[in-house]
């Protein structure tokens, strides 16, 4: 069976693009030479900037978004594959994409993923935040082989939430699930780890968790803490809350052995909706 080594990169990202990408450029080549041959970046590796306009702003369309040729020469030059977590992508309908995007060691782009779930909570505390705002939701789940072996599949933050689209995905092949991030902090160090576990359990899969950690701008905090899990729920690999990489093995074979010793994802059943609560015998 196939067995590599991956990598998440934990960036600080800023609001400005060219010296983002030089500071993921930099620990992408530095995951290279530890051995990563499949290498994560986190959500919104291009920029962080607070406000609609702002966002707006920043988020060229892939035809003049400096972050592809970067990525697609990056990956040329390290022959890694690159799960760059996402990319803030205009839209001809004035809002954009926070969209995925897994390059090739050639540097041909093998997937897209427009992010799903957009995640406009209210949180203790004052933390608002209305992603609907800026970004329009994609509706299309998404699978990718691996050039060294398995099946990615493409997620982004909020969607770890939402435990359905996993399911989907494994059942459509995927043995590795990404889930690249900007969590805040309140929500990461309540939820962040036992999502991540739950997910890699319920689904018997390997969870690449690549995140963004410490303060951007205007303060808004993220949590850190990348995580790479095995398919049992083993955290394989954790960041921490400082810059940098983190590494794991991915052994394939232990996603075959998860789902052999419990075979969950084809145990599916269907069921008919909630109705009026059932009442004992005599009432």
């Given amino acids: 069976m196939t067995r590599f080594t991956a990598a998440c990169v934990q960036l600080n990202v800023g609001t400005e693009i060219e010296p983002n990408l030089q500071d993921a450029g930099a620990l992408i080549r530095r995951a290279r030479d530890a051995g990563a041959t499949l290498i994560a970046t986190p959500e919104n590796t291009g920029f962080i900037v607070q406000g609609r306009e702002a966002v ?4 060229l369309p892939e035809d003049r978004h400096h972050g592809l040729p970067f990525f697609a020469d990056l990956a040329r030059e390290t022959g890694a594959t690159l799960l760059i977590g996402s990319l803030s992508i205009g839209l001809p309908d004035g809002k954009a994409a926070n969209r ?3 390059f090739a060691p050639s540097g041909e782009i093998l ?3 427009d992010k799903i779930h957009m995640f406009d909570v209210d949180l203790a505390g004052g933390e608002r935040y209305r992603e609907s705002a800026t970004f329009g939701p994609g509706d299309q789940a998404v699978v990718a082989p691996l050039p060294a072996g398995g099946v990615l599949g493409l997620t982004v933050c909020y969607d770890l939430r939402f435990a359905y689209l996993y399911r989907a995905l494994a059942q459509a092949g995927a043995d590795i699930l990404s889930v690249p991030a900007a969590f805040t902090c309140k929500t990461g160090q309540a939820h962040w780890h036992v999502l991540l576990r739950a997910r890699a359990i319920e689904t018997g899969s390997f969870v690449i968790a690549p995140a963004q950690t410490g303060t951007h701008d205007r303060g808004r905090q993220t949590y850190g803490h990348s995580l790479i899990v095995a398919p049992w729920g083993e955290v394989l690999a954790d960041a921490g809350e400082e810059v940098g990489i983190v590494t794991a093995e991915i052994d394939l074979a232990r996603v075959e052995e998860a789902r052999t010793a419990v075979p969950a994802l084809r145990h599916d059943r269907r069921v008919a ?7 004992a015998a005599g009432e």
């Fill in 100 to 102: 995925s995007y897994l």
């Fill in 111 to 113: 997937a897209r993923y």
């Fill in 56 to 59: 707006l702003e920043r988020a």
């Fill in 273 to 279: 909706p909630p109705g009026p609560p059932l009442r």
